[in-house]
C-alpha cells in the first residue's frame, strides 16, 4: 500500500431539501454573491432565479454571470474573473454540472492572479511548469449533476479552444467552502446527461482500480462499492426519474468517487487523459468519451493485471466462475460491462461518435502532447505507449 497524506476541508450538507440551506450559510461567508452557471440554462431556468431570489431575501447582494459553456474555455474562466472584480463580490456560487463548478472555481481562482491564466492549468506532463493559484475566492457548490465531484475535490478542469486541449487546475486553494449536495436538483435531469454522468462516476474509481496500485485492499472495495451502487441505481433512474432514493445514492457515489477517499496516493486516471483529447478534438461529452474509451481499455490491458479484471467480473458485474477458466471469466466481465453501459444509452465506439481512423494520429498526438510525461509515457501502473493508445483507439473503433 502506498503512503499518502491526505486532506479535504470540504463541509457537506446533504439531502433532499438541503438547499433550502444556502443562505443560512452564504451569510457566514459574505455580503456578496456571484453566481455562475450556464450560458444555456436549460432544465435549470427555474433554479436559478430561485436561488437568487432567496439569497436577496436574505440580505445577500447577488450578481448573475451567466456565461459558462460545456469544458469551459479559459476565456470564460478570465471575464468571469475580471466581473467579479469589477464588482467586487465577496464569494462566488458554483449551480450545475461540472463545467459550471469547475468554471466557477477556476473563476474564483483567477480573481486574485496575476498573468495569463491558462498558466494555472497543468497543460504540459512532459514540462510542468503550471502555477497553481496560491488564493481564491470561498465558494459555494451546488451540483446538479451526479457526476464529476468537483463539489468535493481541489481540482478544476478548463479548455483552451485556441490550443484545442483540455487539462486541469490543481490546487488546495479552490476546495469549496460548503456543498449543499441536493438529490431533487437532478430530478429534472434528461436521461442522456444522467446516463453519462453515470459513466463518468464510474470511471473515476474503475481506472484506478485497474491501473493503480495493486495493494490496496481498502481503495478496491471501496471502489467496486462505488461501481456497484452507481449500476444499481442508474437503471432505476431511467426508469422512474423521480426516484429520489436511487438519485441519492447516484449522487453520493459520485461525490465520493472523486474526494480522495477511493484513491488515496494513488490517483491515476489516463483514460481520463485520452477522453480529454477526444472532447477538445470532436466535442465528444466527457461522460460519453470515456464510456466509449473504457471498455476498449478493458480489451486491451486486461491481461497485464488478470487477477484484478478477473475480481471486478465476479465482484463488480457479477460473473458466475463456476465451470469457467479465468479468462472466460474475465472477457464475460468486460462484455457485461460493455452491454450495460449500452443498456443505459452511452456510446461505446468511437464510430457512435462519428470518428474514424483517420482520426486516431490526431488524438494520439494530443494526448501526447498535454497527458505524457518526460519519459515518452502516460502514467499509470504500468505506463502506456504511443502504441498501447493506438491499440485502445483501434479496439474502440
Known amino acids: 500500500m502506498n503512503n499518502f497524506e491526505y486532506y479535504n476541508p470540504v463541509r457537506v450538507?446533504?439531502?433532499?431539501g438541503e438547499i433550502?440551506?444556502?443562505a443560512s450559510e452564504a451569510k457566514t461567508i459574505g455580503k456578496k454573491a456571484c453566481l455562475v452557471s450556464y450560458k444555456k440554462l436549460g432544465f435549470l431556468s427555474p433554479l436559478l432565479p430561485k436561488i437568487a431570489n432567496n439569497l436577496r431575501e436574505n440580505d445577500i447582494e447577488v450578481v448573475s454571470f451567466f456565461e459558462i459553456e460545456e469544458n469551459p474555455d479559459i476565456?470564460?474562466?478570465?471575464e468571469g474573473a475580471e466581473y467579479c472584480r469589477a464588482e467586487n463580490v465577496d464569494f462566488i456560487i458554483g449551480v450545475g454540472g461540472g463545467s459550471a463548478m469547475d468554471a466557477a472555481k477556476a473563476i474564483a481562482a483567477g480573481f486574485y492572479y496575476e498573468g495569463d491564466m491558462w498558466n494555472m492549468v497543468y497543460s504540459r506532463h512532459d514540462n510542468v511548469d503550471a502555477v497553481p493559484p496560491s488564493e481564491a475566492l470561498p465558494t459555494i457548490m451546488i451540483p446538479t449533476?451526479?457526476?464529476t465531484g468537483s463539489e468535493m475535490n481541489q481540482c478544476a478542469v478548463v479548455s483552451n479552444r485556441e490550443l484545442k486541449e483540455k487539462s486541469y487546475i490543481w490546487s488546495p486553494c479552490i476546495y469549496p467552502k460548503v456543498s449543499i449536495i441536493d438529490p431533487e436538483l437532478t430530478l429534472t435531469l434528461p436521461a442522456y446527461h444522467t446516463a453519462c454522468a453515470a459513466a463518468d462516476t464510474i470511471s473515476h474509481v474503475l481506472e484506478i482500480y485497474f491501473n493503480g496500485e495493486s495493494d490496496s485492499d481498502l481503495q478496491h472495495y471501496f471502489q467496486e462499492g462505488v461501481m456497484r451502487t452507481v449500476i444499481d441505481n442508474v437503471e432505476k433512474v431511467?426508469?422512474?426519474p423521480n426516484d429520489i432514493s436511487a438519485r441519492s445514492h447516484l449522487q453520493w457515489a459520485a461525490t465520493c468517487a472523486i474526494n480522495g477517499w477511493a484513491s488515496p496516493g494513488d490517483a491515476w486516471t489516463p483514460i481520463h487523459q485520452v477522453g480529454h483529447v477526444l472532447t477538445s478534438l470532436h466535442q465528444v461529452a466527457h461522460g460519453a468519451s470515456l464510456s466509449i474509451l473504457m471498455p476498449a481499455w478493458?480489451?486491451?490491458f486486461s491481461q497485464r493485471k488478470a487477477k484484478q479484471y478477473y475480481r471486478f467480473a465476479i465482484n463488480v458485474m457479477q460473473i458466475s466462475p463456476v465451470d469457467k477458466t479465468e479468462q472466460q471469466v474475465i472477457e464475460e466481465?468486460?462484455?457485461?460491462?460493455k452491454a450495460f453501459l449500452k443498456k443505459i444509452g452511452t456510446p461505446?465506439?468511437?464510430s457512435d461518435e462519428n470518428i474514424k481512423e483517420d482520426n486516431l494520429n490526431d488524438i494520439i498526438e494530443g494526448v501526447v502532447k498535454v497527458s505524457f510525461g518526460d519519459n515518452g509515457q502516460l502514467a499509470c501502473q504500468p505506463p502506456v505507449s504511443k502504441e498501447d493508445i493506438m491499440d485502445v483507439l483501434t479496439t474502440a473503433l
Open 13 to 16: 450538507i446533504f439531502g433532499a
Open 20 to 22: 433550502n440551506r444556502l
Open 75 to 78: 476565456t470564460q474562466v478570465k
Open 145 to 147: 449533476l451526479p457526476a
Open 238 to 240: 431511467l426508469e422512474n
Open 298 to 300: 478493458m480489451k486491451t
Open 333 to 337: 466481465g468486460i462484455d457485461a460491462f
Open 348 to 350: 461505446v465506439q468511437l
